[in-house]
């Protein structure tokens, strides 16, 4: 098994992994609240790029519930943000989830074509990390990061990957990186991780309580799987 990572989408080419299976990782917070939102019951969570295909969607689904951020913020019209905090139950059991972020859900479809397609968190690690472990195939995380950019902390969610899987699969360097930046930042993940430029923002528009839940490990066993432009629990 081998364990490649994109520090950003930008890196990611179908043809350089063809037939490998795929982690996405946008820790803060599309692929958190995604994972909240499995755990929690909803039906599916569709990731779609632009708001005007979430309009779309919804115009042939009165039901489904438009969630989703532009620069960290709920979208006008939209029944939920970003925050894992608004995935609640009571929010979205059995509901279908339209989801449009800046960078989370352009990278899921970034990645479409992966033979098979995780969505990973800090919050949902170990489950990942347990069902990559099974898989035993070939495997490039791809982290969201910010508009294009890297960011710290889906870096180090990578790395956590990479550092539990390292005793069984060859690291690329990319991930033999990440695995570093992790073991290096993980005694003290918020303090480190909340300097962070998108930490920082998050924080000076009201959402710190976010950062300090998307940077705890290990919350939610929950594997969300995206395959037919859904993904699913």
């Known amino acids: 098994m081998k364990i490649d990572v994109c520090f950003t989408p930008n890196d990611f080419t179908s043809k350089d992994y063809y037939g490998y299976h795929a982690v996405v990782i946008d820790v803060l917070r599309a692929t958190t609240s995604i994972a909240t939102a499995c755990a929690n019951g909803c039906q599916c969570v569709i990731p ?17 519930v438009l969630a989703g951020e532009r620069s960290g913020l709920l979208i006008p019209g939209f029944n939920l943000g970003n925050s894992p905090f608004e995935y609640t139950k009571d929010q979205i059991y059995g509901k279908t989830i339209v989801m449009t972020t800046t960078n989370g859900t352009l990278a ?20 990942i990390v347990t069902a990559l472990h099974q898989a035993q195939e070939n ?70 309580k976010d950062v300090a839940l998307c940077l705890k490990q290990d919350t939610i066993a929950v594997v969300p799987v995206f395959a037919a432009n859904a993904i699913t629990a």
């Open 48 to 64: 779609v790029k632009t708001v005007e295909e979430a309009f779309s969607l919804k115009a042939k689904n009165p039901d489904a």
């Open 108 to 127: 899921l479809n970034k990645v479409a074509a992966a033979q098979k397609i995780y969505v990973m968190a800090f919050a949902n690690a170990a489950s």
């Open 139 to 208: 495997t490039i995380i791809v982290c969201a990061g910010s508009e294009g950019k890297f960011s710290l902390e889906d870096a180090l969610c990578a790395g956590l990957a990479a550092d539990c899987l390292s005793h069984e699969a060859k690291l690329s360097d990319t991930a033999l990186a990440a695995q570093a930046m992790y073991r290096d930042f993980a005694a003290d993940l918020f303090a480190r991780v909340s300097q962070s430029s998108h930490a920082d923002y998050l924080c000076n528009i009201g959402f710190e």
